[in-house]
């Protein structure tokens, strides 16, 4: 997801479906990218990772896709629960260098 | 378990106080930063230190300053406080050396500048 304005972009998704979380990147030097959840009042935490040479890598119920061709990045979490509800943002990287450039964020809501 | 730590989790201040955030990590992490945290803006770098005494300006330094004089500490400093600088202020840590290096994140101070 990318921002639109001061509006953050939202995906309603029922308990117990999947999720599909977007996100176009920018830099093409880029080749470490991040996906970080934040939960409501509190800060950013660590999902999961993948570096450019591969382009999908699974963690538990969740798993990272890397396009390098069209720079996009999804995370897809498998039967979404309450606690998944949060803002995710992904991050790109270029190994070297120690700055991490962060989107704009999208807020997955859970219809119960 | 690892942790990052910030000072306050809410402040109010007011137009031209001089504001201290502090940020303290338990990992022996090399780098620090500082974000800033705004509502469809995502995270926006101000300040990073790579090192002791050293500090490099992020993508919206202006009005900011920083200080690292020991290696778990990293202060954010507004030196006279503004309406426009009242926002959620996220400090992280990570290691350095090459490769990837995950940042952890502190939970948050909500400034407001009245």
């Known amino acids: 997801g990318e921002s639109v304005g001061l509006h953050l972009p939202t995906l309603s998704v029922q308990e117990g479906d999947n999720s599909i979380i977007n996100c176009a990147y920018s830099n093409s030097a880029s080749d470490y990218f991040i996906w970080y959840k934040q939960e409501s009042g509190k800060g950013p935490q660590f999902i999961i990772d993948?570096?450019?040479?591969?382009d999908k890598r699974q963690g538990q119920r969740v798993t990272v896709l890397l396009n390098k061709t069209v720079k996009h990045l999804s995370l897809q979490i498998a039967a979404t629960q309450p606690g998944d509800s949060a803002v995710y943002f992904c991050?790109?990287?270029?190994?070297?260098?120690?700055?991490?450039?962060f989107g704009s964020g999208t807020r997955l809501s859970i219809r119960p | 378990d690892v942790k990052v730590t910030q000072s306050s989790r809410y402040l109010v201040k007011r137009t031209g106080e001089k504001v201290f955030l502090e940020c303290v990590q338990d990992?022996?992490?090399?780098?620090m930063f500082w974000y800033r945290q705004d509502p469809g803006l995502g995270l926006r770098l101000i300040y990073f230190?790579?090192?002791?005494?050293?500090?490099e300006k992020g993508d919206i330094p202006e009005g900011y300053s920083v200080s690292r004089e020991k290696k778990e500490r990293f202060s954010l400093i507004l030196e006279s406080a503004s309406t426009n600088q009242t926002s959620m202020y996220l400090c992280?840590?990570?290691?350095?050396?090459?490769?990837?290096?995950?940042?952890?994140f502190g939970p948050g101070t909500r400034l407001t500048v009245l």
């Open positions: 991050a790109e990287k270029v190994s070297s260098a120690s700055k991490i450039i």
């Open positions: 992280a840590s990570s290691s350095a050396g090459l490769g990837v290096n995950e940042q952890f």
């Open positions: 990992m022996d992490h090399e780098n």
């Open positions: 993948i570096r450019s040479n591969m």
């Open positions: 230190s790579y090192d002791v005494k050293m500090k």
